[in-house]
């Protein structure tokens, strides 16, 4: 990644990014609930998370997507859990590594977690299955 972008071109780059893990439709929607309070948010979320780190070329999109499921696991975060399974499938990763790295969190960050993380991709992954 070039270290003489401006604000803007990453920020782009965030939009891109963010629409192509997480679909156009959940990006724009997001977008366009922004108020005048949140906007500083989304901005700093699109610019440095999705334009700045998931543009970097150190780890594929897929292992990105695993390691936040994790991550969101272990936080205990399930709306962007939910969100991010999506992106982990649009990302490539298969229903096997999705599980095996829910039952991973379970060892390190615990049961009732991994538990949680379990439904909510389940019910992710058989929404995704259901539209086809």
């Not at 975060?77 to 790295?101: F, K, M, S, Y």
Request: charged share 25%; with cysteine.
């Amino acid at each position: 990644m070039s270290t003489d972008r401006t604000h803007k071109e990453t920020y782009e780059d965030g939009i891109q990014m963010r629409k192509a893990v997480l679909g156009a439709e959940h990006v724009e929607r997001s977008l366009s609930n922004v108020t005048d309070f949140s906007r500083p948010i989304q901005e700093l979320v699109t610019e440095y998370c999705w334009g700045a780190v998931w543009t970097r070329q150190g780890l594929e999109r897929k292992t990105r997507s695993l390691i936040n499921l994790a991550m969101l696991t272990a936080l205990n975060r399930p709306h962007e859990l939910a969100v991010h399974v999506r992106g982990a499938e649009a990302n490539g990763c298969t229903e096997d590594e999705i599980q095996e790295v829910l039952l991973q969190t379970a060892i390190y960050v615990g049961v009732p977690a991994a538990l949680e993380s379990f439904r909510i991709a389940e019910n992710t992954l058989n929404e995704t299955r259901a539209r086809g």
